[in-house]
Structure formats: C-alpha cells, structure tokens
C-alpha cells in the first residue's frame, strides 16, 4: 500500500519556468491537499479538492494552479515561477479531519 | 483566519526526558490532531482529539484536548532518539472539517 506518492522528490527551476508536481493516492480519498512549508510557518495550504473534478482556493493560492481530473490524482501547477515559491511541497488525502501526506516535492527556483 | 500558537518553537532535551508542548488560539475547536514530522518526510497523524477534557494515549506518547477548546497538550515520557524532529498541532478550520490549520510546530532535538 503505498499511501500518497510524490513526484517528484527534488526539482530546481529557473524563474519564468513552469511545470506540474503530480500528487497520487491509493486510499480511495475523496479530498486531496496541496501544501506548501516554509522555514518557521508550519504548513499552509495552497489548493484542495473534495472530490474528482472540483478544486478550491486555500490560504495561498496566487502562482499556482490545480486539476483533479481523476479521483487518484491531483496536479498542482507553477505556471511561472518565482524565486518566492522556493519551499517544501507537500500533498495530502483524506477524510474528515484526517490526512495522510505525501513525502514531499523540495523546489527551489533560480 | 485562525492562528494556533505553539510552544515552546524549539527543544533541547536529553535521551529520557519527558517532553511538554501546548498548541493555543482564540477559537474554540471541536477536533485537534497532533503530527509529528520526521527529517526530510511528510507529517504523520499521531493523535485526534474529539472531546473537550479528554485524554488520549498513543505510546509514550500522550494528548489532552483542552477544557475550554481552545488548547491542547502534548507529552511524550522517557524520550528516545527517534522521537526527534518537528511536531504540528492542528485543527479544523470550518465546520466541514475539510481543511485543517496547523501550528508553527515545536522542533524536537536530542543532546547526546
């Protein structure tokens, strides 16, 4: 059972560059998370979804865009990165109060 | 929004120590959870809470959900070395339940 799945681990971006963090779960989760963590700020959340084709602002949403096209799977996008979204991704499933989270994506944009 | 205060950020304890954190706000929940966050992972559940005064152990490790609602304790006794690293309050952040606010975190670190 492999839980949350992060891909992938580590990624360095230059600014203006874009590309797409890619979030599985195989625990049959109707929500899905995105969070991002910086150093002294816990977690904040970023972008969520209660249920294949929905999604929704959290907190920090501005650079970054979302899909659930597939129950399984949520995508989290940068479109045009800054060098202010250098931070520890993490993706989360779950139900009620309790999520289960991925290992972590670690970006740092040049 | 809310804002959940840990404290104390960071500690620096010996191997068999007892460990005492809290996590506050100025709202009242109805759940609080505690995550603990090893090195270069994701944060895993340890405890929920559900009901204002209860008690709940997982291990060495033990939770108490605030009387008023607006706080929880966390201890862990006789501390080993992999109980180092960051652990998160958190709690609901509406009535749905769906999305969480958590703590700043408390930063566990054991002397040799």
């Known amino acids: 059972n492999a839980g949350v799945t992060q891909t992938p681990k580590f990624r360095v971006l230059k600014t203006g560059q874009s590309m797409t963090l890619l979030c599985a779960q195989d625990?049959?989760?109707?929500?899905m998370y995105w969070y991002r963590q910086d150093p002294g700020m816990g977690l904040r959340l970023i972008h969520y979804?209660?249920?294949?084709?929905?999604?929704a602002k959290g907190e920090v949403p501005d650079g970054y865009n979302v899909s659930r096209l597939k129950k399984q799977n949520f995508l989290l996008g940068l479109e045009s990165a800054a060098p202010s979204q250098t931070s520890v991704y993490f993706c989360?499933?779950?139900?009620?109060?309790?999520?289960?989270f991925g290992a972590g994506t670690r970006l740092s944009v040049l | 929004g809310q804002q959940l205060n840990q404290s104390p950020q960071s500690m620096f304890i010996q191997e068999g120590e007892d460990v005492s954190m809290n996590c506050t706000s100025s709202?009242?929940?109805?759940?609080w959870l505690w995550y603990k966050q090893d090195p270069g992972e994701g944060p895993v559940l340890l405890i929920a809470?559900?009901?204002?005064?209860e008690l709940t152990s997982n291990g060495r490790l033990t939770a108490q959900f605030g009387i008023t609602r607006k706080d929880s304790f966390l201890n862990i006794s006789a501390s080993i070395p992999s109980d180092v690293g960051i652990y998160f309050c958190?709690?609901?952040?509406?009535?749905?339940?769906?999305?969480?606010?958590f703590g700043t975190g408390t930063r566990l670190t054991i002397i040799p």
């Open positions: 989360a499933s779950g139900y009620g109060n309790i999520q289960y």
């Open positions: 625990m049959n989760h109707e929500y």
């Open positions: 979804s209660v249920g294949e084709g929905t999604t």
């Open positions: 958190a709690a609901p952040q509406n009535f749905g339940n769906e999305k969480l606010t």
């Open positions: 709202s009242i929940f109805n759940t």
């Open positions: 809470l559900y009901k204002a005064g």
